[in-house]
């Protein structure tokens, strides 16, 4: 069974960095992993996904630039580092991985088998 648990949220001011970190425990050496982020009132959004591998990573257009995800195998934990962050970046962030090691469907999130309970990111204005 794998468990995902995020750290790293907070509150931040606009212009603002913040890392958040997915640590995992269970067999994810192999998994296509992603972050999601839903916002109050709004349907869960594709943020960031990265290969088993690390060797491929995709970003929703809306972060793109700004954001990078990233992964150390060796210590089970996924990373999204978050520059330049505006007010409409606040949302619930949560990490994900699927048992799927293609890359097919990776920014929908029916696709993954595991997710965490998800770290609240608020951006101030």
């Known amino acids: 069974q794998v468990q995902l648990v995020e750290s790293g949220g907070g509150l931040v001011q606009a212009g603002g960095s913040l890392r958040l970190s997915c640590a995992a425990s269970?067999?994810?050496?192999?998994?296509?992993m992603g972050w999601f982020r839903q916002a109050p009132g709004k349907e869960r959004e594709f943020v960031a996904a990265?290969?088993?591998?690390?060797?491929?990573?995709y970003y929703g257009d809306s972060v793109k630039g700004r954001f990078t995800i990233s992964r150390d195998n060796a210590k089970t934990t996924m990373y999204l580092q978050m520059n330049s962050l505006k007010p409409e970046d606040t949302a619930i962030y949560s990490c994900?991985?699927?048992?799927?090691?293609?890359?097919?469907?990776?920014?929908?999130?029916?696709?993954?088998?595991?997710w965490g309970q998800g770290t609240q990111v608020t951006v101030s204005s």
């Open positions: 994900a991985a699927r048992k799927e090691r293609s890359l097919v469907g990776y920014w929908s999130s029916p696709t993954y088998d595991y």
């Open positions: 269970g067999r994810t050496v192999t998994y296509t």
């Open positions: 990265i290969s088993w591998s690390g060797g491929s990573t």
